[in-house]
């Protein structure tokens, strides 16, 4: 049995540009991994088979919808073999939350069926092979933080100093990704700015996130805090304005909702004040769970091989 642990991801920077004609928008994405993580567990099996236990298991799906399925029958096509696998998900990711917890199943698949079929698939085909399942699934092989250009995928890890303390408190129910893009057009077209890729500048790392995050800067990482899917989300979501209000009254040095949402991300100056912080979040009854944690982290990896 191989086990495989992966992290959620928070954008630190989500800054999106125009429509594309593929239906994509370009980004300059800024990802953060973060150690609330699912494990991903496979066991020789016939065919592909998928179980999945957690809070949320209800809202998992068990199809070939989901990319943990999807990444085990790329890479046994990959390399043109059957996919044997048995693999279950322990979930402790929101589901449909805006931190790419299906991306993240998806890329330890990937991980966990290489090492059960002694493959040794080289990193670089690994992420090609991920960029095919979703473009959140290269980074979360990879973790860290890195800048995501293109659509998210094309990758480019970043310095950074020490570890950062996050709260992220958890919606009652899911957002889509599609539509909260979708709603970011639409309010970008209701203000007469255009949504296309002539109309919208091209969206670009903004230096002084990049200095807080090489300098282990918290405060400065929480002034340079932007997602440009946010008042689409909120759009979407109106009660998520109070779960951001309700962070920052409570001493978060920055908040803002996690990549598509509808999960709200906030910074803290240290882990003792992230666990301040998620109490005080559960108390005033904004979310239905807020769970402290640190980033970054590494990618997908074996964490148990016997
Ligand atoms: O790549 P993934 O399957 O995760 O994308 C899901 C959806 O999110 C896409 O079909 C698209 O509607 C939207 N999306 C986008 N631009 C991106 C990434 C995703 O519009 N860069």
């Known amino acids: 049995m191989i086990t495989v642990r992966v992290p959620a991801k928070v954008n630190v920077q989500l800054g999106v540009g125009g429509l594309r004609a593929d239906g994509f928008h370009d980004l300059a994405n800024v990802f953060f991994a973060v150690a609330l993580g699912d494990e991903v567990t496979a066991r020789p099996g016939t ?7 957690g809070p949320d298991a209800d809202q998992v799906p068990l199809d070939d919808t989901n990319l943990a399925a999807r990444a085990a029958r790329l890479l046994a096509a990959h390399h043109g073999i059957e996919p044997h696998v048995a693999l279950h998900i322990a979930k402790a990711i929101p589901v449909a939350g805006g931190m790419a917890g299906g991306s993240a199943d998806g890329a330890a698949a990937l991980v966990a069926c290489d090492a059960l079929w002694q493959l040794g698939t080289p990193l670089p085909e690994l992420l090609d092979l991920a960029a095919d399942l979703g473009s959140d699934v290269p980074f ?7 800048l995501g250009r293109g659509r998210g ?3 480019e890890p970043l310095p950074v100093t020490g570890a950062f303390h996050w709260v992220f408190a958890v919606a009652d129910g899911g957002l ?6 979708r709603e970011c057009d639409r309010l ?18 903004d230096p002084a996130l990049l200095a807080a995050l090489a300098g282990g800067d918290p405060v400065a990482l929480a002034a340079a805090l932007a997602n440009d899917l946010q008042a689409a989300a909120l759009s979407l979501r109106p009660q ?22 509808p999960t709200c991300a906030f910074l803290a100056k240290d882990a003792a004040g992230a666990e301040q912080l ?6 005033s009854g904004t979310c239905r769970a807020a769970h402290p944690t ?3 982290v590494p990618g997908a990896r074996v964490v148990d091989g016997a």
Not at 140 to 146: F, P, Q, T, Y
Not at 176 to 181: E, G, L
Not at 278 to 283: G, I, P
């Open 188 to 205: 970008r077209e209701a203000a007469g700015t255009g949504s296309s890729e002539a109309e919208v500048p091209t969206p670009d790392a």
């Open 240 to 261: 998520l304005a109070d779960c951001l209000a309700a962070g920052l009254a409570a001493g978060a040095l920055g908040a803002l909702v996690s990549g598509s949402g």
């Open 294 to 296: 640190y980033g970054p």
């Open 140 to 146: 979360a092989l990879l973790g860290g933080v890195a």
């Open 47 to 53: 065919g592909v088979t998928l179980t999945c236990t």
């Open 278 to 283: 998620a109490a005080a979040l559960t108390a």
């Open 153 to 155: 995928e094309l990758l």
């Open 176 to 181: 889509s990704t599609p539509a909260v893009f």
